[in-house]
């Protein structure tokens, strides 16, 4: 059996209510399809350039990562090393 013929099977067996609130869902995931891949590029192009002006303005420059590890080390308990 397809599936388009399985779904037309169960949808026939169910009560009219269901199969409106199936119709339902079924317009909500053709409107989720439809909106998902144009925002979605979108939002990966933005999220492209920000880590671009980031990566651009190097933040991260003057610090020194053994520095910064020995630091962050000192305010942390220890259990056992106390």
Request: proline content about 6%.
């Amino acid at each position: 059996m397809k599936l388009d013929q399985a779904i037309q099977h169960h949808l026939e067996s169910m009560p009219l209510s269901l199969q409106s609130e199936v119709l339902d869902y079924v317009l909500y995931l053709e409107q989720k399809a439809g909106k998902l891949q144009p925002d979605e590029n979108v939002r990966r192009k933005s999220l492209a350039r920000a880590l671009e002006k980031v990566a651009a303005m190097n933040p991260y420059a003057g610090v020194d990562p053994n520095a910064w590890v020995r630091e962050q080390r000192e305010e942390r308990a220890m259990p056992g090393r106390d």
